[in-house]
């Protein structure tokens, strides 16, 4: 495994390779990301990595000081996973001084976590616009945890020619449900007792929906119900949105919906979502 640290570095070294899959992260990698990798892997057969905490995807007061970080621990997971290149940049070689571009996808970046993180997508897609161009991956492959920035990503590639294929692999949970995440690593015990209040929240839509519901606004008081139920929990939203625009539905239809939330559970802003229909 490769491990480079410069753009230069990691073109010459990607030279090497024909076809490649690409998993890009921001590090604290656990076993929703190990997923994407072998995956990467097996379908490429050659997968590159890249770590890198993005600054320009949090706001300002965000916690990216405080994003837990672990450097050696990633690379030896990685390796595990027989990932041959590994892209470690720092900010000053993503972002030299006089930088100031920016990429924005409109429609779907716009509700949900877009309206609560002014800015957060056009970062992400600014970003990974980057590391395509860096990478040049055949496919790349992101979580369904983050359903919206798979879709702002989607949209990035086939508004602008982006020759890349995007894959959407299944969000990885815990025993309890709970979504893989760098930041359940901000929760104390409690908390994280608390946090399996977001799987129960969806699934619970989920059941009336396939029991039959398909008003929008029964499936969401549900999973609201449950969310009150847990004292720690502090709902920024639960959304019924159509699957492909994110916009609200008042009515499930033929296209299916994406339930998704956002909850505070203490130090960590925990989202989560499933696709029915
Ligand atoms: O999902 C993430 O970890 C980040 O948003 C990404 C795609 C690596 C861009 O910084």
Redesign the pocket.
């Given at each position: 495994m490769q491990v480079l640290k410069t753009k230069a570095a990691f073109r010459a070294a990607r030279a090497g390779f024909g076809d490649l899959g690409f998993a890009?992260?921001?590090g604290f990698l656990h076993e929703g990301h190990l997923s994407l990798m072998r995956r990467a892997k097996t379908e490429n057969g050659a997968a590159a990595a890249?770590i890198?905490?993005?600054p320009t995807?949090f706001a300002p007061g965000a916690d990216f000081d405080r994003y837990p970080r672990a450097l050696e621990r990633d690379l030896a997971m990685l390796e595990g996973a027989g990932i041959d290149l590994v892209f470690t940049p720092d900010a000053a070689e993503m972002y030299p001084d006089g930088f100031d571009a920016s990429i924005h996808i409109g429609g779907v970046s716009e509700g949900l976590e877009g309206a609560a993180r002014p800015s957060h997508f056009d970062?992400?897609a600014t970003?990974?616009s980057k590391?395509f161009n860096i990478v040049q991956p055949t496919r790349a492959y992101?979580?369904q945890k983050?359903a919206q920035?798979a879709a702002v990503?989607n949209k990035l590639v086939r508004d602008l020619d982006i020759p890349v294929q995007i894959v959407i692999a299944d969000t990885v949970r815990e025993a309890d449900g709970l979504a893989m995440s760098?930041r359940n690593s901000y929760l104390d015990p409690a908390h994280r007792q608390a946090a399996s209040v977001l799987y129960r929240a969806i699934t619970a839509a989920k059941a009336l929906f396939e029991a039959g519901e398909r008003d929008a606004a029964i499936l969401r008081a549900a999973a609201l119900r449950i969310l009150a139920s847990e004292p720690l929990a502090q709902t920024d939203y639960v959304s019924i949105a159509d699957p492909h625009t994110l916009r609200e539905l008042d009515a499930v239809g033929p296209q299916g919906a994406l339930i998704s939330l956002a909850v505070q559970i203490g130090p960590a802003r925990l989202i989560d979502n499933l696709l029915v229909g």
């Open positions: 890009p992260t921001m890249s890198f905490v993005n995807q970062g992400v970003v990974v590391l992101f979580g983050d920035q990503i760098s």
